[in-house]
């Protein structure tokens, strides 16, 4: 299994609606994980840091399933300003470094 | 405090030419990352300091790559000959605490490498 997988997408879906990605990651050690996003030609930003089962920041949700190894992140009530590529983040297996997964695209469309 | 500031945004170059690339990471921050970004690999990560000491450069390509954290404020990642194949975004981010950090990295805005 590799470091971290995403399914790169593209997710449409329409203003208003709910839509969950998921992301798998191979080190079971890790205690950290993150989901960033990043803009068209833009540097990736911090959206959310996942600690313990979960955590939810307004229409964004993110859930950790240890058992499983993977990540979800839910985004509830989807805006024209919420497509980008969503990143998901995970401790590289010597846990030293941060490792990076290639993203999912999504695109709200009116 | 003004963010990762990394220069220049865009770099063109022909193939043969020795490009540089700049970085002042924030300030406090005691780790510096460089990554590159293409479609096709994602976000590799390409050597990381920590206290303007390398401490694994093991994701650099090749020996054409060199990357240098002289002081805490500043870093170069530098590329001699260029070829056409080094053509992508790089990234350089920065961070307190490492992998532990609660507050992940901080990136700067790209340098955008065209070799032609």
């Known amino acids: 299994r590799k470091e971290v997988e995403q399914d790169p997408g593209p997710f449409n879906v329409p203003e208003g609606a709910t839509v969950a990605f998921n992301c798998t990651y191979s080190?079971?050690?890790?205690?950290?994980f993150f989901w960033y996003r990043q803009d068209c030609r833009k540097e990736p930003k911090l959206l959310m840091s996942?600690?313990?089962s979960g955590n939810e920041d307004g229409r964004f949700t993110a859930q950790l399933n240890r058992a499983s190894q993977y990540i979800s992140l839910l985004i509830r009530d989807s805006k024209l300003s919420d497509s980008a590529t969503y990143l998901c983040v995970v401790p590289n297996s010597g846990y030293s470094t941060l490792t990076f997964g290639k993203g999912t695209m999504l695109l709200v469309s009116p | 405090d003004a963010g990762v500031i990394q220069s220049p945004r865009h770099e063109v170059t022909e193939m043969g030419q020795e490009v540089t690339l700049r970085c002042k990471p924030i300030?406090?921050?005691?780790?510096l990352f460089w990554y590159r970004q293409t479609m096709m690999r994602g976000l590799e990560l390409l050597i990381y300091f920590n206290n303007n000491v390398p401490i694994d450069d093991s994701g650099m390509p090749e020996d054409r790559f060199s990357a240098k954290m002289p002081n805490a404020s500043f870093s170069t990642l530098k590329i001699q000959p260029s070829e056409p194949r080094d053509s992508a975004v790089y990234f350089c981010?920065?961070?307190?605490?490492?992998?532990?950090?609660?507050?992940?990295?901080?990136f700067g805005s790209g340098t955008r490498l065209t070799v032609v």
């Open positions: 981010a920065s961070t307190e605490h490492g992998v532990r950090s609660v507050y992940g990295y901080t």
């Open positions: 080190n079971s050690a890790s205690q950290s």
């Open positions: 300030s406090g921050h005691d780790y």
């Open positions: 996942v600690y313990s």
